[in-house]
C-alpha cells in the first residue's frame, strides 16, 4: 500500500485547508485515520473514518473544525480543515489500518503511513 498525502501549506490563522490521501496497492482498510506531529511533540491522533459505513471520529481539538471523508471510488480521503488556529501546525500524516480491532486513535493501531504533509498556521 502507498499513500500519498497532499494539500498541506501555509496559511493565517481562521483560514482552512483540505488535505487528501490517495492510496494504492493493496487498498483494503477497515479504517483511514489522519495523525499529526508538531515539532518535539508525539504523533498525535486527529481524525479516523471507519471504511465500512463511513463512521468518523474526531479528537476533541479539532471537533467542529475538521472535516474527515472519504471517495470509495478512487479511495482517497479527505480533512477539510477550518478555523485553523496556530497550534494546528503540525506534519499531517495518513494512515491505514487493515486489521479488525475497534481501535482507531492509536498510531500502533496503523499498519500504513503517508509520507505527511506540512500544514504551518500564521497568527
Known amino acids: 500500500v502507498q499513500l500519498q498525502a497532499s494539500g498541506g501549506g501555509l496559511v493565517q490563522a481562521g483560514g482552512s485547508l483540505r488535505l487528501s490521501c490517495a492510496a494504492s496497492?493493496?487498498?483494503?482498510?477497515?479504517?483511514t485515520g489522519w495523525f499529526r506531529q508538531a515539532p518535539g511533540k508525539e504523533r498525535e491522533f486527529v481524525s479516523a473514518i471507519r471504511w465500512s459505513g463511513a463512521t468518523t471520529y474526531y479528537a476533541d481539538s479539532v471537533k467542529g473544525r475538521f472535516t474527515i471523508s472519504r471517495d470509495t471510488a478512487t479511495n482517497t480521503v479527505f480533512l477539510q480543515m477550518n478555523s485553523l488556529k496556530p497550534e494546528d501546525t503540525a506534519v499531517y500524516y495518513c494512515?491505514?489500518?487493515?486489521?479488525?480491532?475497534?481501535?482507531?486513535?492509536?498510531?500502533?493501531?496503523?499498519?500504513?503511513w503517508g509520507q505527511g504533509t506540512l500544514v504551518t498556521v500564521s497568527s
Open positions: 494512515a491505514r489500518k487493515i486489521g479488525n480491532g475497534v481501535k482507531y486513535d492509536r498510531v500502533s493501531e496503523y499498519d500504513y
Open positions: 496497492g493493496r487498498t483494503f482498510t477497515t479504517y
